[in-house]
T-cell receptor, first 114, second 113 residues
């Protein structure tokens, strides 16, 4: 069966520091991968999605970036964190991008910026 | 993107059925109806999806109106663990950015013992 792993579960970082969040999927190949953010008390916002290695689409311009160095690895990065980057970051995967294919989410990383 | 409308909150008693409504009057003929739920401090969990016919799985049932302008997620016997925010989302059939999930505010379901 397929599983998705995200780490770390929680992270506290100072303003201006770099960020690297990692997500890996097991048990499938060539998945679609997604990064979402959920700010406190708000809905989920899609940040990036990827349909293949090296292919990244950004939904919202911000100081974050994403990379997909391997088929089942998705990384969210920032060179300099802002206070507004605090939130709950979720990685998800889907067998494809078609409408009949559900997305499956990881357990998330709770990021606090001080 | 076609939008959905859900009540902000609903209450249910434990062990009773729950019907969570969703309106999607601008749905296109090729949009799938997806339901997800998010328990406190967890990532969303896929519940069920359908296109035209009613669907059943181990978690829930999805009843889709004949004109597809509304749907209802049915939890047959609510438990305390079903307390969550439930999201009804339309997902375009053909992929690309239109195939991405757009989360609204959902319905917060409370279950009373």
């Amino acid at each position: 069966s397929q599983t998705i792993h995200q780490w770390p579960a929680t992270l506290v970082q100072p303003v201006g520091s770099p960020l690297s969040l990692e997500c890996t999927v097991e048990g499938t190949s060539n998945p679609n991968l997604y990064w979402y953010r959920q700010a406190a008390g708000r809905g989920l916002q899609l940040l990036f999605y990827s349909v293949g290695i090296g292919q990244i689409s950004s939904e919202v311009p911000q100081n974050l970036s994403a990379s997909r160095p391997q088929d089942r690895q998705f990384i969210l990065s920032s060179k300099k964190l802002l206070l507004s980057d605090s939130g709950f970051y979720l990685c998800a995967w889907s067998p494809g991008q078609f409408g009949d294919q559900p997305q499956h989410f990881g357990d998330g990383t709770r990021l606090s910026i001080l | 993107d076609a939008k959905t409308t859900q009540p902000n909150s609903m209450e249910s008693n434990e062990e009773e059925p729950v019907h969570l409504p969703c309106n999607h009057s601008t749905i296109s003929g090729t949009d799938y109806i997806h339901w997800y739920r998010q328990l406190p401090s967890q990532g969303p969990e896929y519940v069920i999806h359908g296109l035209t016919s009613n669907v059943n799985n181990r978690m829930a049932s999805l009843a889709i109106a004949e004109d597809r302008k509304s749907s209802t997620l049915i939890l047959h016997r609510a438990t305390l663990r079903d307390a969550a925010v439930y999201y009804c989302i339309l997902r375009a059939a053909w992929g690309g950015s239109q195939g991405n999930l757009i989360f609204g505010k959902g319905t917060k379901l409370s279950v009373k013992p």
